[in-house]
């Protein structure tokens, strides 16, 4: 990915941004079934539905990559990888803090998930208006 360049385009920025937070809409609230929801949190039997959810970010990120910047298509596969560490990551601790919609550890911990999600998602909005800056 290299450097950033001192100035990016402005339009192209806001458009990965906003193509991102859509991507996690629909990958994390409509296409996310409570398979996926409820198995990723499971104690055993997590893998697969974790790996199911993860792919379909995945997918949507290679599919932005594809359009705006084909050389990141690898992106997904590390949105693969963040997505479910961040995920599994907040299933475990909830878990360990008894955390349900009713104690506040539940809410703080889905703000933090939800937070790293984003954030990981501008940093793959910068990479590829860094890349068609650079083209």
């Given amino acids: 990915m290299g450097t950033l360049p001192a100035q990016l385009p402005t339009t192209w920025l806001c ?12 990958a994390d609230f409509y296409l996310q079934s409570s398979w996926m929801a409820l198995g990723k949190e499971r104690v055993e039997g997590w893998r697969a539905p974790l790996a199911a959810h993860a792919a379909i970010h995945a997918l949507g990120t290679l599919l932005l ?3 705006l910047a084909p050389a990141l298509f690898w992106l997904a596969a590390l949105d693969f ?12 601790l909830a878990r360990r803090a008894s955390a349900t919609p009713s ?8 703000g933090l998930d939800q937070s790293l999600h984003a954030l990981t998602h501008f940093v793959f909005a910068l990479a590829l ?3 068609h800056a650079a083209a």
């Fill in 15 to 26: 458009v990965a941004v906003v193509l991102f937070i859509v991507k996690h809409l629909v």
């Fill in 129 to 131: 208006t860094a890349a």
């Fill in 81 to 92: 990888v963040v997505h479910a560490a961040v995920d599994r990551g907040k299933g475990v």
């Fill in 65 to 67: 990559c594809v359009a």
């Fill in 103 to 110: 104690t506040a550890v539940y809410w703080r911990l889905l």
